[in-house]
Nanobody, 129 residues
Framework: VQLQASGGGLVQAGGSLRLSCAVS????????IGWFRQAPGKEREGVSV???????????VYADSVKGRFTISRDDAKNTVYLQMNSLKPEDTAVYYC????????????????????WGQGTQVTVSS
């Protein structure tokens, strides 16, 4: 499985960006795809996850810091997961990574990074004040 993240850029506070994560390779057994981010000097953290399994997929989880501002979605025809980011803040500045897992996990632990075997290369998001 290969993941290709794109869509990052420079935006002013209050603006919007949409990130894309294109999935290729053998992806039929994937359970979830998530977005994580790492700001300078900080640990990588979970942002949002969507389940992509054929049966029962579509559930979403958000970090408290992005609830109400970010929306994760999937386009099965394009094998792509999106992260629509609105009302961006300077503290959203980070390198954003998409990652995928075949392991089923409860929503309370879905941001555990060791669950994710496959990672994309990251895309930079910079929000200016």
């Amino acid at each position: 499985v290969q993941l290709q993240a794109s869509g990052g850029g420079l935006v002013q506070a209050g603006g919007s960006l949409r990130l894309s994560c294109a999935v290729s390779g053998f992806s039929f057994d994937l359970y979830a795809i998530g977005w994580f981010r790492q700001a300078p000097g900080k640990e990588r953290e979970g942002v949002s996850v969507i389940t992509v399994s054929v049966i029962g997929g579509g559930s979403t989880v958000y970090a408290d810091s992005v609830k109400g501002r970010f929306t994760i979605s999937r386009d099965d025809a394009k094998n792509t997961v999106y992260l629509q980011m609105n009302s961006l803040k300077p503290e959203d500045t980070a390198v954003y990574y998409c990652a995928a897992t075949s392991l089923r996990a409860h929503s309370q632990v879905i941001f555990t990074q060791s669950l994710y075997r496959y990672w994309g290369q990251g895309t930079q998001v910079t929000v200016s004040s």
